[in-house]
Structure formats: C-alpha cells, structure tokens
C-alpha cells in the first residue's frame, strides 16, 4: 500500500545536507569499480587499513608442508584470527567450513612442483569457479627474472583482465628464485612491473635496505610475505618494520603455523598490524597467550 502523502516530507530529503563523497582507504585503488572496492575492504580492515592474511596454499607445489599436514586440525583454529585466508580450492572446499567469515584470497596459479623448475606455471583455476567460491581476490606467483618469468607475467595479466570483467581483484605474489638477488633493487623492479601491469595489490618479501622504497614506488597495496621460520621475536620485528615503512599488512604462513604457539602467535601479529604495537610488546602478549 503506497504512504500517505505529505508525511515528514522536508525532514526527510534532507535538503540542507549535501551527499558526502568519500575517497577509498586503500592507496592506488579509488578508482575501482563497487565489487572490487568491496572485496578489498572485506581482505583490508577499513580501520586501520592493514590485513593480516594467514597463508596456507604452500601445497599447491610443495605438498603437506609442515604444519599444514592437517589442515582441519591445526589450522581451523587459527582461522578467527585471521582477516583472510590465502588458500588453494581444494583445502577451500574440503577442509574450511562455507560459514567461515574470513576473506578467501584464492591460489590459482599453478602447475610446478618442488621436484622441477617453479617458475613453470599456469593459470590452474577457472574464473568460474572463483567466483562460485566467492573469493575477495585470486593470486598469482609472477617470477620476475626466472627461467619462465613471461609466462608468469602474462598469467598475472590474463586474471587481471578476467578479474576486471567480475570485480575480483587480483594479488601479484612475487617469488623469488633461490638464486636471486633479495634486495631493494630487485623487489622495486618486481613489485613495479606487477602494479604497472595491473595487479591490484602485491605480496612481497621485507628486506632491511630501503624496504620504504619499494612500498613507496608502488602505486597500490603491498602486503609482506612471511618466509621460512624465524624465532619469534624476529618475525613479528620484520612485520612491525613493514608496516612502519608503508606495507598495508602481511601475508604470513610458517611464521605463524609454524611457531611454537600458533594461536598467540597470530594475534601478536594482528597487534603489530592493526595496532601499531612493539615487536617488544608484541613478543610479551605472545608470551602470555602461550602460557595460558
Ligand atoms: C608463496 O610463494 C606462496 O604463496 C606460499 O605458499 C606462501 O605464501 C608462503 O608463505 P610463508 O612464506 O609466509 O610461509
């Protein structure tokens, strides 16, 4: 039944107030279309403008990595604490509840395995089914210098486009080869050619030396790969430092899966990411959380 006319009619058009406009949180991305926007928000708390992702997708070329072995047992309870979930489809749907809340950045590049060349990739997964899973982005291995690096590249390129079509924004994970300089030098060039190229964000290793030079040359989100395990202490210093010298958040797997208390350590990084807090202070929260 239609209202009755003339009801509050004034008050509510609010004809003195202007519509705001607001810019976008995320750095290099206002320009982006509603659903892209969206998803971001969903991986970047709008807060503090960070994610903490917790990655588990070392499977996809190396098997049951350590730590990984049961996924449904040592990850899950992990998962609250963490904003997003970098994972593979196939622990996606076999292992993680559909009522997970947590943003899902889905693995879909792929092909390689420890046993040959890594940088021989794929695109591994269709469009179809990333949006069937409803991922807030798809991410792809870009090997800048190695043996298979236009491939990689162009893989990045073709989700990028695809990803366009559908609003799925797509994460550019720069790898680095064993042989490869981890400098400044190199992670500028990398990180670059994938903003330029168009990834919507871009995963990256922290290095000592001029880290701030790599996140202020690119133009969108950077968010700072984990790596292999380090003590404690010195992992949640490396994500402080990256998030003090511009990276929007890390994308952290064995340094937290790994550690001797998972659960703790995941929510010493979410107080080093999402609130600024010490590596030292950090380490303290760590420490009581294990010992409870
Ligand atoms: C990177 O190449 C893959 O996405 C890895 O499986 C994962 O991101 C590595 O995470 P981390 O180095 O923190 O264990």
Do not use: F, H, Q, Y
């Given at each position: 039944m239609p209202d009755a006319d003339g009801i509050k009619e004034a008050k509510m058009f609010h004809c003195d107030m202007l519509q705001q406009t607001q810019g976008f949180f995320l750095?290099?991305?206002?320009s982006?279309?509603?659903?892209?926007?969206?998803?971001l928000s969903r991986i970047f708390n709008p807060v503090s403008g960070r994610t903490v992702m917790l990655a588990i997708d070392h499977g996809y070329f190396q098997g049951p990595t350590t730590g990984l072995e049961r996924v449904d047992i040592n990850i899950l309870p992990l998962a609250p604490y963490a904003d997003t979930l970098m994972l593979t489809r196939g622990i996606l749907r076999?292992?993680?509840p559909p009522s997970a809340s947590q943003a899902i950045v889905l693995r879909v590049s792929g092909g390689a395995s420890i046993l040959k060349e890594l940088s021989n990739e794929e695109i591994a997964v269709d469009i179809e089914?990333?949006?069937r899973l409803n991922v807030c982005a798809m991410a792809v291995q870009v090997f800048i210098g190695g043996e298979f690096e236009r491939q990689s590249i162009i893989n990045m390129t073709?989700?990028?486009?695809?990803?366009n079509r559908y609003g799925i924004p797509t994460l550019a994970v720069t790898a680095v080869g064993k042989d490869m300089a981890r400098d400044a030098k190199y992670f500028r060039l990398a990180c670059r050619i994938c903003a330029e190229l168009g990834a919507h964000y871009i995963k990256t290793y922290y290095i000592d030396k001029g880290f701030e030079t790599?996140?202020?040359?690119?133009?969108?989100?950077?968010?700072?790969?984990?790596?292999?395990?380090?003590p404690e202490l010195d992992?949640?210093?490396m994500a402080y430092n990256a998030v003090q010298k511009g990276a929007a958040g890390v994308d952290m797997g064995r340094n937290i899966f790994q550690s001797k208390a998972p659960i703790a350590m995941i929510q010493a990084v979410r107080a080093v990411v999402h609130d600024?807090?010490?590596?030292?202070?950090?380490f303290e929260l760590y420490k009581a959380l294990k010992n409870k």
């Open positions: 750095k290099g991305s206002n982006l279309d509603w659903g892209m926007k969206n998803r076999s292992v993680i089914d990333s949006i073709k989700m990028v486009d695809i990803g790599v996140t202020a040359s690119c133009p969108v989100p950077i968010v700072m790969a984990g790596g292999k395990k380090i992992a949640l210093t600024n807090e010490t590596p030292k202070k950090a």
